[in-house]
């Protein structure tokens, strides 16, 4: 399954990539057929965020720590450094990773907007 995520770049701006999640066929829940599951990824926390109807947009700005965004409702039009975007809706989903120099531009382009964002552990989802 591919995933978007925005990554730092050398210079101090961010863009974006992508990384496979691999899965394999197997179970997941007892009474379930076999499905397509990856490895279990630690995370850290789980912490829900919406955006208020007076804030449609940010300044570059560093992710906080490397997550996991899942957009619940609305829509997101994330901008990287380098001018590049992308839109998120509900379901979709990107890892963040340029938590260091001037970051990505976030944008509501529907309200309400809200996503989980699910900080991983360190060693998670590298490429």
């Known amino acids: 399954m591919l995933c978007v995520k925005v990554i730092s770049t050398p210079d101090g701006g961010s863009q974006f990539a992508e990384i ?3 899965q394999h066929a197997g179970p ?5 057929p076999p499905v397509f599951v990856s490895q279990p990824l630690p995370v ?10 007076d ?3 940010t300044v570059l700005h560093p992710a906080p720590l490397r997550q996991v965004v899942v957009v619940l ?3 997101f ?3 990287t450094s380098d001018g590049d975007r992308r839109t998120f809706s509900p379901g979709g989903f990107a890892l963040f990773e340029d938590t260091t120099g001037r970051g990505h531009v976030t944008r509501v382009l529907r309200s309400p907007a809200s996503f989980l964002a699910v900080p991983l552990a360190d060693s998670t989802l590298r490429t």
């Open 20 to 22: 496979d999640i691999e």
């Open 28 to 32: 997941y829940a007892e009474n379930v």
């Open 44 to 53: 850290e926390a789980l912490v829900v965020v919406t955006m208020p109807a």
């Open 55 to 57: 804030v449609s947009t």
């Open 73 to 75: 409702d609305g829509e």
């Open 77 to 79: 039009e994330i901008e």
